[in-house]
């Protein structure tokens, strides 16, 4: 069995992730590696409730959300090249890169 590596992606923008993915398929192609994805995988959203006048006004509440957006791409066949354009790769900041290696 061949080894391919998957790589995820988080932020709380998505237009990081979408500028990083259009980079990042870009060098995929030029070395002439096969990939699947990019992939959306579910959007985690966490809503907060606060009050802002404690014991005088109940009713008087602010909302608040936090959406987490998350991507996978898998690179299915890959050579030296691939490995060393994406080592080169420029980082967006706000971003969460986690990379394994699957036998």
């Known amino acids: 069995m061949e080894k391919h590596i998957r790589i995820k992606f ?15 398929i870009n ?24 009050l802002t006048s404690p014991h005088v006004d109940k009713d008087a509440r602010d909302q608040y959300e936090i959406c987490t957006y998350k991507r996978i791409i898998k690179i299915i066949i890959f050579n030296f090249k691939t490995i060393e354009n994406l080592m080169k790769l420029k980082l967006i ?3 969460n890169i986690k990379v394994n290696v699957i036998k």
Do not use: H, Q, V, W
């Open 93 to 95: 900041p706000g971003i």
């Open 27 to 50: 060098i995929i192609y030029n070395t002439n590696a096969k990939i699947y994805g990019p992939t959306p995988l579910p959007t985690k959203i966490e809503r907060f409730t606060i």
């Open 10 to 24: 988080k932020s709380y923008d998505f237009r990081i992730i979408e500028k990083l993915m259009l980079n990042l």
